[in-house]
């Protein structure tokens, strides 16, 4: 290489190269795996018992919404790191408290929802599963909307431009895998007892 | 000064006495306490990892002798048999948690970057932070022995017996909880290995340039991101069994086989998780004392690749003995016996190395000897083992025993000495004795075998495993007695290896920079390292840099003189995954307390968990946030804020 080329290498948290990124892509493969065996636990059950382990027809009534709330705060926090590319400090800042709110509004829905339900954590494998599944998944949305707080701290001390904002992509990335997984979970335990 | 000045020089330098002056200025940490607990330099917990495994592979072999009395004769009762199921259940996971794996990542975190020609591993703080919470976990588990609260089921802990019913007391609690940290630390390690080495290799390393150690570990750390989570969720769900009346893995509705398919997905991975990095060290230090590169670097990376992804296909062979289905037995059957061919791939390549090359006999390479004659011994009574018919014969007997020490041993421990007589010299700057030496491997080497051996014909003929004693007459007697008499011979072996390592690292014969004339780029720097590893950043034209000269591949030439300097603060050179075109310049992090205040507060959280104590776990769940906070806070000296910003 060229001491040319050399000298034009960029310093310091730029894009997508620092480590920290690749970095959260390795959480995301483990997390992703530890959600894998939660679900291998449901469908194990399922297998052994069949559909009368399934104590309810699971209502849509809250967790669809609520499944549109998270993947809409997704596309606010996609908004977000766009538009922190682009420099449009402002917009990035708003993003970034829209998807902030709209995380804490699925937790609240959430928990709405957590007492609706007819069986509890200690009466059988199915409540077990059910509690234990999402609650594992509103720890990540919890740990989500924190780093998505700090990231809207930082964001609105104007620590980052267009070059300089991998925080907030790490955090993005983190937030639309905590996404994908609802709709992972929702689909095993909303939808699969209906098409099963 | 700004950090991105565009008017820098980053020129190709010579490196010179000023160079090594500056670069040290800026990597040194503060001395003292404060500077050994805030340190974040990898050799540093590299050696720290090494020493840590080492004591617990004290601790576990002493669990094993004092078993080894209580069995060297019928109806014994030096233990009593609550003492002996501690005893064996300790002794299981000390040498497969606590030891196998740490003492492997202590030979990776010490050598990755100096491997790759880089200063420092990815995330330095991680790195420091996956150490501790190993410490702490592992002194977590303990002070549950130590209180009288051991786990008392077996390493793999089986429901029902490790639930509330059968297991009323702390035991299982302090397992389980010490096993989700434990967990944290080898997943934190992973992540920051697979970084390292696709990120911070030296440019021109392209991916078929790599070292095979660190192909070794970097497969098994993609092992342990998707494994680790099965048992960690395992002995979580286990734990809200036991204090929260969940119904996972109890005989009502739950699932005791449940728990044996999360554990085996994880824990069959694991034997591969302790194994490959140790091959790896084989496949790089056993040419060295050939005098030629090892045959086969191609298909030995794509054997290792392979055994790690069929690793995670073979789990219910561990459950042959438990009704499964045909269909399974024989699928996981056929898949056990497909999974010898790429181990046996590296057999052949290590075999073909010695062959055709010009072998040293030296400590370390008799070392890697008995190492490839161990885990063909041990992989034959795994082929054994694999076949469904054999296998309901030989469950939980002393056979299945014998195989898990000739292939844990054989692989790990023979290979770990082996490396320590390459690298010891490498990380103080002095050779281990060779005459001691001898001593050392002769003595492991037949202790383990009057050991292991006879222990296969134990199990054949049908000495259970897991009891505390057995009654005259039935055949068992000489044989427990051979296996105790060789079990105080495999630690005195271990001793002498102890022996020569206090005594050499003061009285050691002075290593220079290469004793043993190796290919790779940590002979390059000097032995000791400094802290900053390398002067410039080498540029790598080959496999095997420091044998340009005398192979002659190709005419390019490696530029380990000449290079990047890299001293305008901590900075290290950032490289594309596969080529290892130069990509980016990082700013590392400075020395920082932050990584250990982490790890304090997690373990806390755990100690708080296990004593109901939800205040007390609150107040350490913040802590560990603010913690964090201050670990992840944008620096502008790291070129993570916006050059604009008025901070």
């Known amino acids: 290489m060229s001491d040319e080329a050399l000298r034009r290498l960029p310093v310091g948290s730029v894009g997508h190269k620092p480590f920290g990124w690749w970095g959260m892509l390795t959480v995301v493969m483990t997390e992703g795996s530890l959600f894998a065996y ?61 998807a902030l709110l709209l995380g804490v509004v699925f937790l609240a829905i959430q928990v709405l929802e957590w007492r609706d339900k007819p069986f509890t954590l200690g009466s059988g494998s199915y409540g077990s599963a059910y509690f234990i599944t999402t609650g594992f998944h509103m720890a990540h949305v919890v740990v989500g909307a924190l780093m998505l707080a700090a990231v809207l701290l930082w964001s609105l001390l104007g620590y980052f431009d267009r070059e300089r904002h991998a925080a907030l992509s790490i955090a993005a990335l983190y937030w639309h895998f905590v996404d994908l997984i609802w709709l992972t979970i929702f689909f095993t335990f909303y939808v699969t007892p209906y098409i099963g | 000064m700004a950090v991105a000045d565009s008017d820098r020089s980053l020129e190709l330098q010579q490196s010179g006495a000023p160079a090594r002056e500056r670069l040290a200025r800026i990597w040194e940490g503060e001395a003292g306490l404060r500077g050994w607990l805030s340190t ?36 014994k009762t030096l233990l009593t048999p609550e003492q002996y199921n501690q005893l064996f259940s300790m002794h ?29 591993m990815a995330f330095p703080r991680l790195n420091a932070f996956s150490y501790w919470i ?4 592992g002194l977590f588990i303990y002070a549950g022995f130590v209180l009288g609260y051991g786990p008392n089921d077996g390493w793999f802990n089986y429901p029902p017996y490790a639930s509330m019913r059968y297991n009323p007391g702390p035991n299982m609690d302090f397992y389980a909880i010490g096993m989700i940290l434990f967990g944290v630390s080898s997943t934190a390690g992973a992540a920051n290995f697979v970084v390292t080495f696709l990120r911070a290799r030296a440019p021109g390393m392209s991916i078929n340039r790599v070292p095979i150690l660190t192909w070794g570990t970097v497969t098994a750390s993609f092992g342990i991101l998707f494994s680790v989570p099965a048992v960690s969720l395992a002995f979580f769900l286990l734990w809200t069994d036991r204090q929260f009346g969940t119904d996972f893995f109890n005989s009502g509705q739950g699932q005791p086989l449940l728990w044996q398919h999360l554990f085996w997905i994880f824990a069959h991975p694991w034997v591969y998780v302790v194994v490959l990095p140790a091959m790896g060290i084989v496949s790089d230090a056993l040419p060295i004392f050939c005098r030629r590169p090892l045959v086969g670097y191609t298909v030995v990376v794509l054997a290792t690749v392979a055994t790690m992804v069929m690793g995670f296909g073979v789990w219910l062979h561990h459950m042959f003995a438990t009704g499964i289905p045909y269909l399974a037995l024989s699928f996981f059957s056929a898949a056990s016996f497909v999974i010898t061919i790429p181990s046996a791939v590296a057999v052949f390549a290590w075999i073909a190395t010695i062959w055709t090359g010009r072998p040293v006999l030296s400590t370390a390479f008799l070392f890697f000897a008995g190492f490839i004659v161990m885990f063909t011994l041990g992989g034959v009574s795994g082929v054994m083992t694999a076949a469904a018919p054999a296998d309901q014969q030989l469950t939980d007997t002393y056979f299945v025993v014998a195989h898990i020490h000739y292939v844990l041993i054989g692989i790990n421990v ?65 044989v427990n007695v051979v296996t105790t008499i060789g079990a105080f011979i495999l630690a005195a072996g271990v001793l002498l290896l102890l022996v020569n390592m206090y005594v050499s690292r003061r009285h050691g014969a002075a290593a220079g920079p290469d004793p043993w004339g190796g290919p790779t780029l940590e002979w390059a720097t000097t032995s000791p390292p400094p802290t900053y590893n390398f002067a410039v950043i080498p540029a790598v034209a080959s496999r095997h840099p420091l044998w340009e000269g005398s192979l002659d591949e190709s005419g390019e030439r490696s530029s380990l003189q000449r290079g990047m300097i890299l001293d305008d603060g901590k900075e290290m050179l950032t490289t594309t995954a596969l080529d290892a075109e130069p990509d980016a310049i990082q700013k590392m992090p400075p020395d920082t307390l932050a990584p250990l205040l982490a790890a304090l507060a997690a373990t806390a959280l755990g100690a708080a968990a296990l004593l109901h104590a939800w205040i007390g776990a609150t107040i350490f769940t913040l802590l560990l946030f603010a913690a964090l906070l201050v670990w992840l806070w944008p620096q502008r000296a790291m070129g993570q804020i916006s050059e604009q910003a008025h901070v």
């Open chain 2, 414 to 478: 023979l290979a770990v000495m082996g490396g320590l007589y390459v690298w010891f010299p490498k990380m103080t700057g002095r050779l281990l004795d060779e005459r001691l030496g001898r001593w050392n491997f002769w003595t492991v080497f037949l202790g383990f075998n009057i050991a292991f051996l006879p222990m296969h014909w134990t199990g054949l003929a049908g000495m259970p495993r897991r009891i505390y004693t057995y009654p005259e007459g039935l055949g068992w007697t000489a």
């Open chain 1, 38 to 98: 939660l679900l291998f636990t449901y469908y194990y059950f399922v297998v052994q018992y069949g559909r009368i382990w399934i104590p309810e027809a699971p209502s849509l009534r809250l967790a669809g919404p609520n499944t549109v709330i998270l993947l809409l705060s997704s596309a606010f926090v996609w908004w977000a790191e766009k538009s922190a590319a682009r420099g449009k400090t402002k917009a990035q800042s708003l993003g970034l408290a829209i």
């Open chain 2, 92 to 120: 299981g996971l000390t040498m497969i948690f606590l030891y196998a794996q740490p003492v492997l990542s202590g030979f990776s975190v010490y050598l990755f970057p100096l491997l790759l020609g880089a200063r420092d």
């Open chain 2, 134 to 137: 190993y410490l702490f976990s």
């Open chain 2, 40 to 75: 974040v330099d990898h050799k540093e917990y590299g050696k720290r990892y090494i020493a840590t495994a080492f004591i617990f592979l004290i601790l576990g072999g002493l669990e094993a002798l004092v078993m080894r009395v209580q069995l060297a004769g019928p109806n």
